[in-house]
């Protein structure tokens, strides 16, 4: 089948590009870049193309909203030098990248809902070193399950910003210093990096709770089902070009 597709019909660059409203540099740049295969040439040393650039084409341009245009051109170039494990292995790793950005999304969701007050000293109630609405560092980390020396870690990388008490010196988390722990130690249980958390719980306070988030989690959830829907449709373009080139 590569073969009569490889023959017959011949394709200017610009035959290429107006099919995908593209120019005939950039036609011209992908063929450099090995996303397509080389080009035949005429007398003349003006470039020629056949059906089976078109598909490596087509194929490309499928995978780029999928994979990240640097990934799609690996992935392409590994298939036109006949190296079609390697591409494989690409795309498997694009999948397991999504894989983990969904579980990184349902942590976040999973850490805003625990946002919600509950009763003792995590809420800065009537547990056990708490008053008045606030609590101290060895109620909070145990009610976290955590050892104080990583809350004050998380104070130094600006994550908790809890107050002094005048009289004692000890530190003093109210309600909103709580919600912050309880995302930063979600999130940490997710596998985050705290520079990674930073900017989240930045737009937590400035929205003052997670409520306004909601938009953004809706938004996160369409970008992840348009990759996985754009993943199904360039993997049945490339499916196309490699029977092609079969």
């Keep these: 089948m590569g073969q009569n597709l490889q ?8 035959d290429l590009a107006r099919r995908h409203g593209l120019s005939t540099q950039a036609v011209r740049n992908y063929e450099e870049a090995g996303i397509l295969p080389t080009a035949g040439r005429t007398p003349h040393g003006y470039r020629t193309y056949t059906p089976l650039h078109a598909l490596a084409l087509r194929a490309f341009l499928a995978l780029v909203p999928g994979h990240g245009h640097r990934t799609a051109t690996a992935i392409m170039q590994a298939v036109n030098r006949d190296a079609a494990d390697e591409a494989f292995r690409l795309i498997h790793e694009s999948h397991v990248q999504l894989l983990d950005d969904r579980r990184t999304l349902e942590s976040v969701e999973r850490a805003l809902r625990d946002l919600s007050p509950r009763t003792g000293a995590a809420r800065g109630g009537a547990g056990p070193g708490s008053r008045s609405g606030r609590t101290f560092i060895g109620p909070l980390a145990g009610e976290l399950g955590i050892r104080p020396a990583t809350l004050r870690k998380w104070e130094n990388a600006g994550l908790v910003r809890p107050r002094r008490d005048p009289v004692t010196g000890y530190r003093v988390y109210d309600e909103t210093d709580v919600r912050d722990a309880r995302l930063v130690h979600q999130l ?48 049945a373009e490339l499916d196309a070009y490699l029977r092609a080139r079969a």
């Design 7 to 14: 023959s017959g019909v011949k394709l200017r660059p610009v």
């Design 188 to 235: 940490r249980r997710g596998g985050h990096l705290l520079e990674q958390i930073a900017p989240l719980l930045g737009r937590v306070r400035t929205a003052g709770g997670p409520e306004p988030l909601e938009g953004t989690l809706h938004e996160w959830h369409g970008r992840l089902s348009a990759r996985s829907r754009a993943m199904l449709t360039g993997a």
